[in-house]
């Protein structure tokens, strides 16, 4: 399994990692989205497509130790495609058929389109908000006029009033324009506070990653020697389909396959790709709920991918294919601190093997 860890609370237990004994027994897959386009002084953007849609990553949700199905890993004694067969039954046994993906929900919540809509929504109601003031001091606007006007109409009334009388008049004339000017030191302080709000929407909209075109790259990688046996691109994005991902990974399949890992992204549980485990004869091994280090090969690899790209520049999918490829023979001949045999690449460490 491919860095199968425990991080629950830290209690000073070993973490579990098991892998694939010869090359091509297990392969670890993965979906990761680029810009169509992207410049090398910009920052790439950090997302996922296992909910079907483009959204922001968010924080790795915790889950308890006893739930963890990759503790079947921890007995290294254990044969290892023995143990394989056992994480998947846990798996299986642990999610819930016809039970929405929570994990999904809250993805999708932070996804890019809802972070708009939802800033959208809060600059309406700031605005209706704003509406009610300007009407609320209207009327106030006009209640004081109105005040001020009967005052000016009146001033033979005001002389036949007697001393006590006036007194209290003016008294009640003090208490109103101190109201006034409370009234007018309010407004300014709810307009303060409303520039307020709205500049920080503003920020905020501003923050945002804008990127309208996006290319979808599956990353495919031998759990054994970290050998990158491909990065098929697609133009269509978030777009992807199951169908597609399965024909660019078809000719990629290694004959001696029996394990293949993945996310529970829609693209790898789709009837179709169940279809492709029975026709290709090998088991696909869906990891945890919330457990993406049991996929840790591919996570790894999309990130170092990422990090290469980080400082490179394309204008199109025949731009980063090239790079693409210029990463592939790079990654295959660097060595690797993962492997049993550290500083060896995964070529080298392929070599090996066959040679033992």
């Known amino acids: 399994m491919a860095q199968a860890r425990n991080k629950g609370p830290k209690r000073g237990s070993p973490l579990a990692v098991r892998t694939a004994e010869e090359p091509g027994q297990t392969l670890n897959v993965d979906l990761c989205f680029v810009p169509a386009t992207h410049d090398a002084e910009q920052k790439l953007p950090a997302v996922s497509g296992s909910s079907g849609r483009l959204v922001i990553e968010q924080p790795k949700e915790e889950q308890a130790e006893k739930d963890w199905p990759g503790r079947v890993f921890e007995d290294e004694n254990r044969d290892y495609a023995e143990a394989m067969r056992d994480f998947v039954a846990a798996s299986q046994a642990q999610s819930e058929p016809g039970v929405p993906e929570n994990r999904a929900k809250s993805l999708e919540q932070g996804s890019l389109k809802a972070q708009k809509r939802a800033l959208r929504q809060e600059e309406e109601a700031l605005r209706a908000e704003r509406r009610v003031a300007r009407q609320r001091c209207k009327d106030e606007d006009a209640a004081w006029q109105e005040m001020r ?138 990891i945890a709920r919330h457990r993406p280090q049991s996929n840790g090969i591919a996570e790894r690899l999309v990130r170092t991918l990422k990090d290469w790209l980080r400082d490179k520049t394309w204008t199109g999918d025949e731009e980063l294919a090239i790079l693409i490829a210029d990463f592939i023979a790079a990654y295959n001949d660097r060595p690797h601190q993962g492997l049993p045999l550290p500083g060896l690449s995964p070529n080298e460490f392929a070599n090996r093997i066959w040679l033992m």
């Open 149 to 286: 006007a009967e005052e000016k109409q009146q001033p033979e009334a005001a002389r036949s009033q007697s001393a006590a009388e006036r007194e209290v008049r003016r008294e009640r004339r003090r208490i109103v324009r101190q109201q006034r000017r409370e009234t007018v030191a309010r407004r300014k302080q709810e307009d303060a506070k409303w520039r307020q709000k709205r500049s920080i929407i503003r920020q905020q909209f501003s923050q945002l990653p804008i990127v309208t075109a996006w290319i979808a790259i599956l990353v495919v990688t031998d759990n054994c020697t970290r050998q990158c046996l491909g990065l098929p691109l697609f133009v269509v994005g978030a777009k992807v389909t199951a169908e597609l991902v399965i024909e660019a990974l078809r000719t990629l399949l290694p004959p001696e396959l029996q394990f293949l890992i993945s996310d529970r992204g829609k693209h790898f549980t789709a009837k179709v790709f169940q279809e492709l485990a029975r026709r290709e004869e090998f088991i696909h091994v869906v």
